[in-house]
T-cell receptor
Framework: NAGVTQTPKFQVLKTGQSMTLQCAQD?????MYWYRQDPGMGLRLIYY???????DKGEVPNGYNVSRLNKREFSLRLESAAPSQTSVYFC????????????FGDGTRLSIL | AQSVTQLDSQVPVFEEAPVELRCNYS??????LFWYVQYPNQGLQLLLK??????LVKGINGFEAEFNKSQTSFHLRKPSVHISDTTEYFC???????????FGAGTRLFVKA
Protein backbone atom coordinates (compact mmCIF):
# COMPACT_ATOMS: atom_id res chain seq x y z
CA ASN A 1 0.00 0.00 0.00
CA ALA A 2 2.81 2.40 -0.91
CA GLY A 3 0.94 5.13 -2.82
CA VAL A 4 3.50 7.75 -3.89
CA THR A 5 7.15 7.07 -3.07
CA GLN A 6 9.85 9.73 -3.22
CA THR A 7 13.60 9.22 -2.99
CA PRO A 8 15.75 10.45 -1.42
CA LYS A 9 14.08 11.82 1.73
CA PHE A 10 16.95 14.21 2.51
CA GLN A 11 19.80 15.63 0.45
CA VAL A 12 22.46 18.30 0.87
CA LEU A 13 24.10 19.69 -2.26
CA LYS A 14 26.71 22.26 -3.03
CA THR A 15 25.92 25.13 -5.37
CA GLY A 16 26.37 24.02 -8.97
CA GLN A 17 25.89 20.31 -8.34
CA SER A 18 23.18 18.39 -10.13
CA MET A 19 20.77 15.78 -8.88
CA THR A 20 17.57 13.96 -9.76
CA LEU A 21 14.64 13.47 -7.43
CA GLN A 22 12.73 10.29 -8.06
CA CYS A 23 8.99 9.69 -7.73
CA ALA A 24 6.93 6.56 -8.35
CA GLN A 25 3.22 5.85 -7.86
CA ASP A 26 1.43 2.53 -7.78
CA UNK A 27 -2.18 3.76 -8.15
CA UNK A 28 -2.24 3.67 -11.98
CA UNK A 29 -2.83 7.43 -12.08
CA UNK A 30 -2.47 9.23 -15.37
CA UNK A 31 -1.29 12.59 -14.00
CA MET A 32 1.77 13.39 -11.88
CA TYR A 33 3.05 16.63 -10.38
CA TRP A 34 6.10 18.19 -8.78
CA TYR A 35 5.70 20.95 -6.20
CA ARG A 36 8.00 22.89 -3.97
CA GLN A 37 6.93 24.04 -0.52
CA ASP A 38 8.47 27.08 1.11
CA PRO A 39 7.40 28.65 4.42
CA GLY A 40 4.33 30.86 4.06
CA MET A 41 3.96 30.17 0.34
CA GLY A 42 1.95 26.97 0.21
CA LEU A 43 2.72 24.59 -2.62
CA ARG A 44 3.91 25.93 -5.94
CA LEU A 45 3.69 23.78 -9.04
CA ILE A 46 7.02 23.25 -10.81
CA TYR A 47 6.04 20.85 -13.62
CA TYR A 48 3.28 18.40 -14.27
CA UNK A 49 2.55 15.52 -16.57
CA UNK A 50 -1.10 15.22 -17.53
CA UNK A 51 -0.50 11.80 -19.04
CA UNK A 52 2.35 9.50 -20.00
CA UNK A 53 4.44 11.13 -22.71
CA UNK A 54 3.49 14.73 -21.90
CA UNK A 55 4.97 17.33 -19.57
CA ASP A 56 4.10 20.98 -19.00
CA LYS A 57 5.51 23.88 -17.05
CA GLY A 58 3.86 25.00 -13.86
CA GLU A 59 4.24 28.20 -11.92
CA VAL A 60 7.98 28.00 -11.11
CA PRO A 61 9.79 25.85 -13.74
CA ASN A 62 13.05 27.78 -14.07
CA GLY A 63 16.10 25.76 -13.06
CA TYR A 64 14.29 22.40 -13.29
CA ASN A 65 13.67 19.69 -15.85
CA VAL A 66 11.41 16.66 -15.66
CA SER A 67 11.07 13.27 -17.27
CA ARG A 68 7.95 11.11 -17.34
CA LEU A 69 9.76 7.82 -17.63
CA ASN A 70 6.61 5.70 -17.81
CA LYS A 71 3.15 5.77 -16.29
CA ARG A 72 4.52 5.09 -12.80
CA GLU A 73 7.59 7.32 -12.64
CA PHE A 74 8.16 11.07 -12.87
CA SER A 75 11.57 12.51 -12.04
CA LEU A 76 12.70 16.06 -11.34
CA ARG A 77 16.22 17.20 -12.20
CA LEU A 78 18.20 20.15 -10.95
CA GLU A 79 20.98 20.70 -13.49
CA SER A 80 22.96 23.31 -11.53
CA ALA A 81 21.64 23.71 -8.01
CA ALA A 82 21.32 27.18 -6.48
CA PRO A 83 20.67 28.18 -2.84
CA SER A 84 17.24 29.53 -3.91
CA GLN A 85 16.24 25.95 -4.68
CA THR A 86 16.55 24.95 -1.04
CA SER A 87 13.06 23.68 -0.30
CA VAL A 88 10.89 20.68 0.38
CA TYR A 89 9.85 18.97 -2.84
CA PHE A 90 6.64 16.98 -3.11
CA CYS A 91 5.50 14.64 -5.82
CA UNK A 92 1.81 13.94 -6.27
CA UNK A 93 -0.41 11.91 -8.56
CA UNK A 94 -4.08 11.92 -9.51
CA UNK A 95 -6.58 11.14 -12.19
CA UNK A 96 -6.19 14.50 -13.91
CA UNK A 97 -9.24 15.92 -15.60
CA UNK A 98 -11.51 14.37 -12.98
CA UNK A 99 -12.74 15.51 -9.54
CA UNK A 100 -10.38 13.18 -7.78
CA UNK A 101 -7.88 14.71 -5.32
CA UNK A 102 -4.13 14.39 -5.46
CA UNK A 103 -2.11 11.85 -3.49
CA PHE A 104 1.21 13.05 -2.13
CA GLY A 105 4.53 11.51 -1.26
CA ASP A 106 6.27 12.40 1.99
CA GLY A 107 8.66 14.86 0.36
CA THR A 108 12.36 15.35 -0.27
CA ARG A 109 14.08 17.90 1.94
CA LEU A 110 16.79 19.52 -0.15
CA SER A 111 19.42 21.94 1.15
CA ILE A 112 21.80 23.70 -1.19
CA LEU A 113 24.84 25.32 0.35
CA ALA B 1 -7.36 30.50 -13.96
CA GLN B 2 -8.05 29.97 -10.29
CA SER B 3 -6.65 31.45 -7.09
CA VAL B 4 -7.05 30.66 -3.40
CA THR B 5 -6.68 32.90 -0.35
CA GLN B 6 -6.50 31.52 3.14
CA LEU B 7 -7.38 34.48 5.28
CA ASP B 8 -5.49 33.50 8.43
CA SER B 9 -1.90 32.29 8.52
CA GLN B 10 -2.24 31.14 12.15
CA VAL B 11 -5.27 30.33 14.29
CA PRO B 12 -4.80 29.75 18.04
CA VAL B 13 -7.70 28.13 19.86
CA PHE B 14 -8.28 26.40 23.18
CA GLU B 15 -8.89 22.68 23.36
CA GLU B 16 -12.59 21.68 23.01
CA ALA B 17 -13.47 25.08 21.51
CA PRO B 18 -14.91 25.39 17.99
CA VAL B 19 -12.71 26.60 15.15
CA GLU B 20 -13.16 27.99 11.64
CA LEU B 21 -10.38 28.21 9.07
CA ARG B 22 -11.32 30.60 6.29
CA CYS B 23 -10.77 30.11 2.58
CA ASN B 24 -11.85 32.25 -0.36
CA TYR B 25 -11.32 31.37 -4.01
CA SER B 26 -11.73 32.95 -7.41
CA UNK B 27 -12.34 31.23 -10.71
CA UNK B 28 -13.88 31.92 -14.11
CA UNK B 29 -15.11 28.31 -14.38
CA UNK B 30 -16.83 25.84 -12.10
CA UNK B 31 -14.54 24.35 -9.51
CA UNK B 32 -13.91 21.47 -7.19
CA LEU B 33 -12.75 22.45 -3.71
CA PHE B 34 -10.57 20.59 -1.25
CA TRP B 35 -9.11 20.85 2.21
CA TYR B 36 -5.88 19.00 2.91
CA VAL B 37 -4.00 18.48 6.19
CA GLN B 38 -0.26 18.22 6.55
CA TYR B 39 1.40 16.64 9.57
CA PRO B 40 5.10 17.26 10.29
CA ASN B 41 7.47 15.62 7.82
CA GLN B 42 4.62 14.22 5.75
CA GLY B 43 2.87 15.03 2.52
CA LEU B 44 -0.61 16.50 2.28
CA GLN B 45 -3.58 14.25 3.02
CA LEU B 46 -7.16 14.86 1.93
CA LEU B 47 -9.53 16.03 4.70
CA LEU B 48 -12.63 16.59 2.57
CA LYS B 49 -13.78 17.67 -0.86
CA UNK B 50 -16.69 19.46 -2.49
CA UNK B 51 -17.57 18.28 -5.97
CA UNK B 52 -21.26 19.13 -6.33
CA UNK B 53 -24.60 18.76 -4.55
CA UNK B 54 -24.98 19.49 -0.85
CA UNK B 55 -23.00 22.55 0.15
CA LEU B 56 -22.08 21.08 3.54
CA VAL B 57 -19.46 18.37 3.27
CA LYS B 58 -18.10 16.22 6.04
CA GLY B 59 -14.59 14.89 6.24
CA ILE B 60 -12.35 12.87 8.46
CA ASN B 61 -11.57 13.61 12.12
CA GLY B 62 -14.83 15.52 12.67
CA PHE B 63 -14.08 18.33 10.22
CA GLU B 64 -16.69 19.80 7.88
CA ALA B 65 -16.77 22.60 5.34
CA GLU B 66 -19.44 24.69 3.70
CA PHE B 67 -19.35 25.79 0.08
CA ASN B 68 -20.81 29.26 -0.46
CA LYS B 69 -20.97 30.07 -4.16
CA SER B 70 -22.16 33.65 -3.76
CA GLN B 71 -19.31 34.49 -1.41
CA THR B 72 -16.83 32.20 -3.19
CA SER B 73 -15.83 30.70 0.12
CA PHE B 74 -15.13 27.23 1.45
CA HIS B 75 -14.53 27.58 5.19
CA LEU B 76 -13.40 24.62 7.29
CA ARG B 77 -14.97 24.07 10.71
CA LYS B 78 -14.73 21.73 13.65
CA PRO B 79 -17.13 21.96 16.63
CA SER B 80 -14.57 20.86 19.24
CA VAL B 81 -10.84 20.69 18.60
CA HIS B 82 -8.25 18.44 20.19
CA ILE B 83 -4.58 18.98 20.87
CA SER B 84 -3.86 16.47 18.10
CA ASP B 85 -5.48 18.81 15.54
CA THR B 86 -2.49 21.13 15.86
CA THR B 87 -0.93 21.18 12.40
CA GLU B 88 -1.21 22.93 9.03
CA TYR B 89 -4.26 22.99 6.77
CA PHE B 90 -4.42 23.84 3.08
CA CYS B 91 -7.39 24.90 0.99
CA UNK B 92 -7.21 24.02 -2.71
CA UNK B 93 -9.22 24.59 -5.89
CA UNK B 94 -9.31 22.76 -9.19
CA UNK B 95 -11.20 23.82 -12.30
CA UNK B 96 -13.65 21.22 -13.58
CA UNK B 97 -11.94 19.20 -16.30
CA UNK B 98 -8.58 20.71 -15.43
CA UNK B 99 -5.32 19.05 -14.47
CA UNK B 100 -3.88 21.58 -12.06
CA UNK B 101 -4.81 22.14 -8.42
CA UNK B 102 -4.08 25.55 -6.88
CA PHE B 103 -3.20 25.58 -3.19
CA GLY B 104 -3.54 28.33 -0.61
CA ALA B 105 -0.61 29.40 1.53
CA GLY B 106 -1.80 27.34 4.48
CA THR B 107 -3.24 28.01 7.94
CA ARG B 108 -1.46 26.74 11.01
CA LEU B 109 -3.93 25.65 13.68
CA PHE B 110 -2.54 25.73 17.19
CA VAL B 111 -4.68 24.09 19.86
CA LYS B 112 -3.84 25.14 23.42
CA ALA B 113 -4.59 23.13 26.55
Amino acid sequence: NAGVTQTPKFQVLKTGQSMTLQCAQDMNHNSMYWYRQDPGMGLRLIYYSASEGTTDKGEVPNGYNVSRLNKREFSLRLESAAPSQTSVYFCASSEGGTPQPQHFGDGTRLSIL
Amino acid sequence: AQSVTQLDSQVPVFEEAPVELRCNYSSSVSVYLFWYVQYPNQGLQLLLKYLSGSTLVKGINGFEAEFNKSQTSFHLRKPSVHISDTTEYFCAVKGTGGFKTIFGAGTRLFVKA
